[in-house]
Protein backbone atom coordinates (compact mmCIF):
# COMPACT_ATOMS: atom_id res chain seq x y z
CA UNK A 1 0.00 0.00 0.00
CA UNK A 2 2.07 2.97 1.31
CA UNK A 3 5.02 1.32 1.51
CA UNK A 4 7.03 -2.00 2.55
CA UNK A 5 6.70 -1.47 6.52
CA UNK A 6 3.05 -0.54 6.54
CA UNK A 7 2.81 -3.40 3.99
CA UNK A 8 4.39 -5.44 6.54
CA UNK A 9 2.26 -4.44 9.26
CA UNK A 10 -1.02 -4.99 7.34
CA UNK A 11 0.65 -8.58 6.97
CA UNK A 12 0.97 -8.70 11.27
CA UNK A 13 -2.29 -7.38 12.10
CA UNK A 14 -4.00 -10.19 9.29
CA UNK A 15 -2.12 -12.92 11.05
CA UNK A 16 -2.81 -11.77 14.50
CA UNK A 17 -6.75 -11.49 13.65
CA UNK A 18 -6.80 -14.70 12.39
CA UNK A 19 -5.13 -15.85 15.50
CA UNK A 20 -7.54 -13.94 17.16
CA UNK A 21 -10.35 -15.78 15.78
CA UNK A 22 -8.94 -19.02 16.94
CA UNK A 23 -8.66 -17.69 19.66
CA UNK A 24 -12.35 -17.46 19.93
CA UNK A 25 -13.17 -20.77 18.31
CA UNK A 26 -11.20 -22.35 20.68
CA UNK A 27 -12.81 -20.86 24.14
CA UNK A 28 -16.15 -21.48 22.14
CA UNK A 29 -15.73 -24.89 21.86
CA UNK A 30 -14.72 -25.07 25.52
CA UNK A 31 -17.23 -28.15 26.34
CA UNK A 32 -17.08 -29.85 23.05
CA UNK A 33 -16.06 -33.33 23.34
CA UNK A 34 -12.77 -34.78 21.32
CA UNK A 35 -12.14 -30.67 20.33
CA UNK A 36 -8.49 -30.21 19.69
CA UNK A 37 -7.07 -26.65 20.47
CA UNK A 38 -6.45 -25.07 17.35
CA UNK A 39 -3.61 -22.98 16.87
CA UNK A 40 -1.04 -21.07 14.51
CA UNK A 41 2.85 -21.40 14.54
CA UNK A 42 3.22 -17.82 15.04
CA UNK A 43 6.83 -17.14 14.51
CA UNK A 44 6.48 -19.15 11.41
CA UNK A 45 3.58 -18.03 9.73
CA UNK A 46 5.17 -14.54 10.07
CA UNK A 47 7.58 -15.45 8.05
CA UNK A 48 5.58 -17.10 5.56
CA UNK A 49 3.07 -14.23 5.36
CA UNK A 50 5.57 -11.89 4.68
CA UNK A 51 5.96 -14.05 1.89
CA UNK A 52 2.43 -13.70 1.02
CA UNK A 53 1.35 -17.04 1.85
CA UNK A 54 -1.51 -18.04 4.17
CA UNK A 55 -0.86 -19.30 7.83
CA UNK A 56 -1.52 -23.19 8.40
CA UNK A 57 -3.24 -24.05 10.87
CA UNK A 58 -2.63 -27.14 13.45
CA UNK A 59 -3.80 -28.84 16.22
CA UNK A 60 -1.93 -28.59 19.38
CA UNK A 61 -1.80 -31.98 21.28
CA UNK A 62 0.94 -31.17 24.00
CA UNK A 63 -1.91 -29.83 26.22
CA UNK A 64 -3.47 -31.85 29.31
CA UNK A 65 -6.39 -33.45 27.97
CA UNK A 66 -9.89 -33.48 30.01
CA UNK A 67 -11.77 -36.62 30.25
CA UNK A 68 -14.42 -36.06 27.27
CA UNK A 69 -10.88 -35.69 24.59
CA UNK A 70 -11.00 -32.06 24.71
CA UNK A 71 -8.13 -30.22 25.81
CA UNK A 72 -9.20 -26.67 25.38
CA UNK A 73 -7.22 -24.21 28.39
CA UNK A 74 -9.46 -21.56 29.36
CA UNK A 75 -6.51 -19.54 31.18
CA UNK A 76 -4.30 -20.48 28.11
CA UNK A 77 -6.76 -19.14 25.72
CA UNK A 78 -7.47 -15.57 27.58
CA UNK A 79 -3.81 -15.51 28.11
CA UNK A 80 -3.40 -15.42 24.14
CA UNK A 81 -6.99 -13.29 23.87
CA UNK A 82 -5.20 -10.16 25.85
CA UNK A 83 -1.54 -11.17 24.27
CA UNK A 84 -3.71 -10.50 20.66
CA UNK A 85 -5.39 -7.88 21.48
CA UNK A 86 -2.35 -5.50 22.93
CA UNK A 87 -0.27 -6.91 20.28
CA UNK A 88 -2.40 -5.53 17.43
CA UNK A 89 -2.95 -2.30 19.18
CA UNK A 90 0.54 -1.75 19.00
CA UNK A 91 0.52 -2.46 15.10
CA UNK A 92 -2.62 -0.04 14.70
CA UNK A 93 -0.27 2.33 16.42
CA UNK A 94 2.46 2.09 14.58
CA UNK A 95 0.47 2.10 10.93
CA UNK A 96 -1.38 5.37 12.81
CA UNK A 97 1.99 6.96 12.63
CA UNK A 98 2.93 5.76 9.27
CA UNK A 99 -0.01 7.09 8.17
CA UNK A 100 0.13 10.02 9.92
CA UNK A 101 3.67 10.84 8.11
CA UNK A 102 1.81 10.58 4.75
CA UNK A 103 -0.79 12.94 6.34
CA UNK A 104 2.13 15.50 7.10
CA UNK A 105 3.80 15.01 3.82
CA UNK A 106 0.14 15.94 2.21
CA UNK A 107 -0.02 18.94 4.22
CA UNK A 108 3.49 20.04 3.21
CA UNK A 109 4.11 19.81 6.97
CA UNK A 110 1.81 22.06 8.73
CA UNK B 1 -13.02 -10.02 7.28
CA UNK B 2 -11.17 -12.18 9.77
CA UNK B 3 -12.30 -10.20 12.76
CA UNK B 4 -16.21 -9.86 11.88
CA UNK B 5 -16.38 -13.23 11.26
CA UNK B 6 -14.64 -14.12 14.92
CA UNK B 7 -17.47 -11.88 16.27
CA UNK B 8 -19.76 -14.58 15.15
CA UNK B 9 -17.74 -17.69 16.29
CA UNK B 10 -18.28 -16.49 20.22
CA UNK B 11 -21.86 -15.71 19.11
CA UNK B 12 -22.06 -19.24 18.29
CA UNK B 13 -20.45 -20.11 21.93
CA UNK B 14 -22.78 -18.15 23.92
CA UNK B 15 -25.92 -19.05 22.61
CA UNK B 16 -24.83 -22.92 22.77
CA UNK B 17 -23.93 -22.17 26.26
CA UNK B 18 -27.54 -20.17 26.82
CA UNK B 19 -29.13 -23.22 25.34
CA UNK B 20 -27.16 -25.17 27.94
CA UNK B 21 -27.78 -23.25 30.41
CA UNK B 22 -31.71 -23.18 29.60
CA UNK B 23 -31.62 -27.39 29.57
CA UNK B 24 -30.23 -27.37 33.14
CA UNK B 25 -32.69 -25.10 34.31
CA UNK B 26 -35.78 -26.92 33.33
CA UNK B 27 -33.90 -30.26 34.49
CA UNK B 28 -33.91 -28.19 38.04
CA UNK B 29 -37.54 -27.38 37.14
CA UNK B 30 -38.16 -30.59 36.87
CA UNK B 31 -36.66 -32.47 39.42
CA UNK B 32 -39.97 -33.69 40.94
CA UNK B 33 -42.00 -34.18 37.71
CA UNK B 34 -44.02 -37.41 37.90
CA UNK B 35 -46.43 -36.78 35.00
CA UNK B 36 -44.94 -36.05 31.01
CA UNK B 37 -46.39 -36.48 27.35
CA UNK B 38 -44.48 -39.26 26.69
CA UNK B 39 -45.69 -41.12 29.95
CA UNK B 40 -43.51 -41.76 33.12
CA UNK B 41 -41.86 -39.45 35.84
CA UNK B 42 -39.54 -36.59 33.32
CA UNK B 43 -35.60 -37.75 31.91
CA UNK B 44 -33.01 -35.70 32.41
CA UNK B 45 -32.02 -34.00 29.41
CA UNK B 46 -28.47 -33.00 28.26
CA UNK B 47 -27.11 -30.89 25.30
CA UNK B 48 -24.85 -32.58 22.70
CA UNK B 49 -22.06 -29.97 21.34
CA UNK B 50 -20.31 -30.13 18.34
CA UNK B 51 -17.72 -27.76 16.80
CA UNK B 52 -19.01 -25.71 13.50
CA UNK B 53 -15.44 -26.40 12.13
CA UNK B 54 -15.41 -26.87 8.14
CA UNK B 55 -15.05 -30.52 7.90
CA UNK B 56 -13.26 -30.58 4.44
CA UNK B 57 -11.43 -28.09 2.12
CA UNK B 58 -14.53 -27.30 0.02
CA UNK B 59 -16.79 -26.56 3.06
CA UNK B 60 -13.65 -24.47 3.59
CA UNK B 61 -13.42 -22.55 0.49
CA UNK B 62 -17.20 -21.64 0.80
CA UNK B 63 -17.08 -20.60 3.72
CA UNK B 64 -14.52 -18.13 3.16
CA UNK B 65 -15.91 -17.62 -0.55
CA UNK B 66 -19.77 -16.98 1.11
CA UNK B 67 -18.23 -15.23 3.70
CA UNK B 68 -20.23 -17.42 6.19
CA UNK B 69 -19.04 -18.70 9.42
CA UNK B 70 -16.55 -21.34 9.59
CA UNK B 71 -15.77 -22.49 13.51
CA UNK B 72 -17.67 -21.97 16.42
CA UNK B 73 -19.67 -24.29 17.84
CA UNK B 74 -23.61 -25.73 17.40
CA UNK B 75 -25.85 -27.28 19.85
CA UNK B 76 -26.35 -30.54 17.89
CA UNK B 77 -29.10 -32.10 20.17
CA UNK B 78 -30.57 -32.61 22.95
CA UNK B 79 -30.95 -35.90 24.30
CA UNK B 80 -32.43 -37.95 26.97
CA UNK B 81 -30.59 -39.62 29.33
CA UNK B 82 -31.87 -43.12 30.55
CA UNK B 83 -31.41 -42.57 34.21
CA UNK B 84 -32.81 -44.83 36.35
CA UNK B 85 -36.23 -43.13 38.43
CA UNK B 86 -36.52 -42.77 42.00
CA UNK B 87 -39.22 -45.39 43.33
CA UNK B 88 -40.79 -43.37 46.62
CA UNK B 89 -43.27 -44.69 48.83
CA UNK B 90 -46.48 -42.25 48.32
CA UNK B 91 -49.96 -45.06 48.33
CA UNK B 92 -52.13 -41.39 48.79
CA UNK B 93 -50.47 -39.96 45.09
CA UNK B 94 -52.44 -40.49 42.34
CA UNK B 95 -49.51 -41.45 40.01
CA UNK B 96 -49.01 -44.40 42.73
CA UNK B 97 -48.39 -47.87 41.42
CA UNK B 98 -50.61 -51.12 42.57
CA UNK B 99 -47.87 -51.34 45.12
CA UNK B 100 -48.00 -47.47 46.00
CA UNK B 101 -44.76 -46.52 44.71
CA UNK B 102 -44.25 -43.27 42.13
CA UNK B 103 -41.88 -42.91 40.12
CA UNK B 104 -39.77 -39.58 40.44
CA UNK B 105 -37.20 -38.45 38.01
CA UNK B 106 -33.61 -39.83 38.37
CA UNK B 107 -32.02 -36.02 38.74
CA UNK B 108 -29.45 -34.79 40.69
CA UNK B 109 -29.48 -31.02 41.59
CA UNK B 110 -26.04 -31.00 42.73
CA UNK B 111 -24.71 -32.58 39.54
CA UNK B 112 -27.23 -29.46 37.55
CA UNK B 113 -25.84 -27.11 39.84
CA UNK B 114 -22.55 -28.07 39.29
CA UNK B 115 -23.27 -28.08 35.17
CA UNK B 116 -24.94 -24.75 35.29
CA UNK B 117 -21.85 -22.98 36.86
CA UNK B 118 -19.89 -24.57 34.03
CA UNK B 119 -22.51 -22.91 31.70
CA UNK B 120 -22.00 -19.69 33.08
CA UNK B 121 -18.38 -19.45 32.94
CA UNK B 122 -18.33 -21.14 29.62
CA UNK B 123 -20.64 -18.14 28.37
CA UNK B 124 -18.83 -15.12 30.60
CA UNK B 125 -15.57 -16.45 28.50
CA UNK B 126 -17.02 -15.69 25.24
CA UNK B 127 -18.15 -12.47 26.22
CA UNK B 128 -14.39 -11.87 26.96
CA UNK B 129 -13.47 -13.48 23.59
CA UNK B 130 -15.83 -10.62 21.87
CA UNK B 131 -14.90 -7.66 23.55
CA UNK B 132 -11.29 -8.27 22.93
CA UNK B 133 -12.58 -8.64 19.47
CA UNK B 134 -14.15 -5.61 19.56
CA UNK B 135 -11.28 -3.29 20.71
CA UNK B 136 -9.58 -4.79 17.91
CA UNK B 137 -11.97 -3.63 15.20
CA UNK B 138 -12.34 -0.31 17.32
CA UNK B 139 -8.48 0.10 16.92
CA UNK B 140 -8.53 -0.53 13.01
CA UNK B 141 -11.53 1.95 12.54
CA UNK B 142 -9.50 4.71 14.49
CA UNK B 143 -6.90 4.48 11.75
CA UNK B 144 -9.03 6.34 9.33
CA UNK B 145 -8.99 9.39 12.15
Do not use: C, W
Not at chain 2, 76 to 89: A, C, F, G, I, K
Not at chain 2, 106 to 116: H, I, K, Q, Y
Amino acid sequence: MLDPIANKLSQYMDLLSARQKLVATNIANVDTPNYRTQDIDFASALQSAINTQTPSIIERDDLPMKTDGNNVSLDRESRLLAENALRFNMASNLMKSQLRMVKSAIQEGR
Amino acid sequence: MGLFSALSVSASGMSAQRLRAQVLTENLANAETTRTAEGGPYRRKAVVFESAGASNEFDAALASATNSMDGGVTAREVVLENSTPERRYLPGHPDADKDGYVLFPGVNPAEDMVDLMGASRGFQANVSAMSALKDMIKSSIDLMR
